[in-house]
């Protein structure tokens, strides 16, 4: 009689776990069949570039981060934590920019369309250089 019960239990048990590992592949095959039709949009968001203090004796450590990765989109805005003036000015001609005079603690923020690398520089100081990529 003992017999006859336990081998129900295992049965049970077996029919039980058969079950669960079918519904599991049928969620996990449903879940990788979906797909969406319009590509996931990329959100633009801000970045920020700071120009610390003594930065013009600090060559690629004058514009904070550097390099700086944002995408297609993105704006970036510079502070100039210095006690002098400075620019960000692009260097390539594919992301065109020049803030002109930043004074000390002013800032300066420009959005980037095209997708590159792109070198700027500050037109007061020769070694003052920085790069931002867009992708």
Same mark, same amino acid.
């Given at each position: 009689?003992?017999? !006859?019960? &336990?081998?129900? /239990? =295992?049965?049970?048990?077996?029919?039980?776990?058969? *079950?669960?590992? @079918?519904?599991?592949?049928?969620?996990?095959?449903?879940? &990788? @069949?979906?797909?969406?039709?319009? $590509?996931? $949009? =990329?959100?633009?968001?801000?970045?920020?570039?700071?120009? $610390? =203090? *003594?930065?013009?004796?600090? !060559?690629?450590?004058?514009?904070? $981060?550097?390099?700086?990765?944002?995408?297609? /989109?993105?704006?970036?805005?510079?502070?100039?934590?210095?006690?002098?003036?400075?620019?960000?000015?692009?260097?390539?001609? !594919?992301?065109?920019?020049?803030? /002109?005079?930043?004074?000390? /603690?002013?800032?300066?923020?420009?959005?980037?369309?095209?997708? !590159?690398?792109?070198?700027?520089? &500050?037109?007061?100081?020769?070694?003052?250089? *920085?790069?931002?990529?867009?992708?």
């Amino acid at each position: 009689m003992h017999q !006859g019960i &336990c081998v129900k /239990g =295992v049965d049970m048990i077996r029919q039980v776990a058969i *079950g669960s590992i @079918g519904l599991c592949l049928v969620c996990v095959i449903s879940a &990788c @069949g979906s797909s969406s039709s319009s $590509p996931t $949009p =990329v959100t633009a968001v801000a970045a920020a570039v700071s120009i $610390p =203090v *003594g930065a013009r004796t600090l !060559g690629t450590s004058s514009y904070v $981060p550097n390099p700086i990765t944002i995408t297609s /989109g993105s704006s970036i805005t510079w502070t100039n934590t210095d006690t002098i003036a400075h620019t960000s000015t692009s260097t390539d001609a !594919g992301a065109a920019f020049d803030s /002109g005079s930043i004074a000390a /603690g002013a800032k300066f923020s420009f959005t980037f369309q095209n997708k !590159g690398t792109f070198a700027y520089h &500050c037109t007061f100081h020769a070694g003052m250089v *920085g790069t931002i990529v867009v992708q």
